[in-house]
Each structure stands twice: as structure tokens, then as C-alpha cells.
Nanobody
């Protein structure tokens, strides 16, 4: 499975960005997908998940601000980020898993999101 994230950039606090993750090498609709982030000096953490059923799950710190979605016809995962805060600054990566009970073990290269105050 190959993943290519894009859409990061510099934005002011309160602004919005939309990240995309193009997926190839596997039937996209048969993948569970997620967005993860890693801030400088911190461990990687998951942000939001969307399963092949299209059910979603969010970390509390992004609930109401971020929306994860998928377009199975375009083999693309999205993360709409609104009301961005400086603490959202991180490298955001998309990830996939094939096994419903396994780890997210297919990763894209990450895209940097910087939120200025």
C-alpha cells in the first residue's frame, strides 16, 4: 500500500486547512484509515480514524474542529481542519491497515502543518 499526503502549510490560528492522502496499491474501500501527527519533541499520536465502514473516531482535542472523510471512488482520504490552534502544529501522516484487528502499518511521508499565533 502506498500513501501520499499533501495539503500542509502555514496558517494563522483560527484558520483552516484540508489534508489529502492519495492511496494506491490496494483496494481503498478495504482499508481502515487514519490521520496521525507528531509535534516537535513529542510522540506520534492518532488524530482521527475512519474505518472501511465509514464509521469515524476522533481524539477529544480535535472533536468539533476536524473532520475525517474518505472518497472511495478517488482512493483518497481527507482531513478538514478548522479553528486551528498553535498546538495543532505537527507533521501529519496518513496511515492504513488491511487487517481489521492489526496495527496501522502502512504510512505516508507526512505533511507539515504550522499554525501561527
Amino acid at each position: 500500500v502506498q500513501l501520499q499526503a499533501s495539503g500542509g502549510g502555514l496558517v494563522q490560528a483560527g484558520g483552516s486547512l484540508r489534508l489529502s492522502c492519495a492511496v494506491s496499491g490496494h483496494t481503498f474501500s478495504d482499508l481502515d484509515m487514519g490521520w496521525f501527527r507528531q509535534a516537535p519533541g513529542k510522540e506520534r499520536e492518532f488524530v482521527a480514524l475512519i474505518w472501511r465502514s465509514s464509521a469515524t473516531y476522533y481524539r477529544d482535542f480535535v472533536k468539533g474542529r476536524f473532520t475525517i472523510s474518505r472518497d472511495n471512488a478517488k482512493n483518497t482520504l481527507y482531513l478538514q481542519m478548522n479553528s486551528l490552534k498553535p498546538e495543532d502544529t505537527a507533521v501529519y501522516s496518513c496511515a492504513a491497515r488491511i487487517d481489521r484487528t492489526g496495527e496501522y502499518d502502512h504510512w505516508g511521508q507526512g505533511t507539515l502543518v504550522t499554525v501561527s499565533s
